[in-house]
């Protein structure tokens, strides 16, 4: 969603009550070998190519 380590870490702390400095949140996502994503795509092309691959060939590539 694109937030940044700041708001990520505010809403740990007011949503589920997890208090965590920045510098700790980016430990623990590196630990857990989580990343913010940097790279975002439109929602309506991601869209239409799952409509696609689940309407053609790719309906039997399994249910993910």
Do not use: P
């Not at 694109?2 to 589920?16: N, R």
């Not at 700790?24 to 092309?45: A, G, M, P, Q, S």
Request: glycine residues 4%; contains cysteine.
């Amino acid at each position: 969603m694109g937030f940044t380590y700041d708001e990520i870490a505010m809403i740990l702390s007011i949503k589920h009550n997890i208090t965590f400095s920045v510098r700790h949140l980016k430990w623990k996502l590196h630990e857990l070998n989580l990343t913010r994503r940097k790279d975002y795509y439109d929602l309506v092309i991601v869209l239409s190519c799952i409509e696609y691959q689940l309407t053609t060939s790719g309906q039997m590539h399994g249910y993910r």
